[in-house]
């Protein structure tokens, strides 16, 4: 059963940074594409940043482009969000997304077959 657990969620202030993690179990994890996606209350689930499965290949969505940084560790099963100049806008429920293709950056929600429940990110201003 796989199973993905994020964690580090909090409450900043804007400029702060903040990292995520996100932790998988029952799964060949070098043979998922990982993603973030975030929600923000009222609004739909979008896409943040994915990385491949070896980690060669990273894709960033516009709005966190130069201040989110994605990686993953391989050997412990966890790929991290690192999030730095948090602005206001970054406020949501963040969570972390797993797809048995391990090859290419998928960009959109529904080419995730995995998800974990969601850490709350809340920036303040």
């Known amino acids: 059963q796989v199973q993905l657990v994020e964690s580090g969620g909090g409450l900043v202030q804007a400029g702060d940074s903040l990292r995520l993690s996100c932790a998988a179990s029952?799964?060949?994890?070098?043979?998922?594409?990982m993603g973030w996606f975030r929600q923000a209350p009222g609004k739909e689930r979008e896409f943040v940043v994915s990385?491949?499965?070896?980690?060669?290949?990273?894709y960033y969505a516009d709005s966190v482009k130069g201040r989110f940084t994605i990686s993953r560790d391989n050997a412990k099963n966890t790929v991290y969000l690192h999030m730095n100049s948090l602005k206001p806008e970054d406020t949501a429920v963040y969570f972390c997304?797993?797809?048995?293709?391990?090859?290419?950056?998928?960009?959109?929600?529904?080419?995730?077959?995995?998800w974990g429940q969601g850490t709350q990110v809340t920036v303040s201003s």
């Open positions: 997304a797993a797809e048995f293709r391990p090859w290419s950056l998928w960009t959109r929600s529904y080419d995730y077959t995995y």
């Open positions: 029952g799964v060949t994890f070098s043979s998922c594409t």
């Open positions: 990385i491949t499965g070896s980690g060669g290949n990273t």
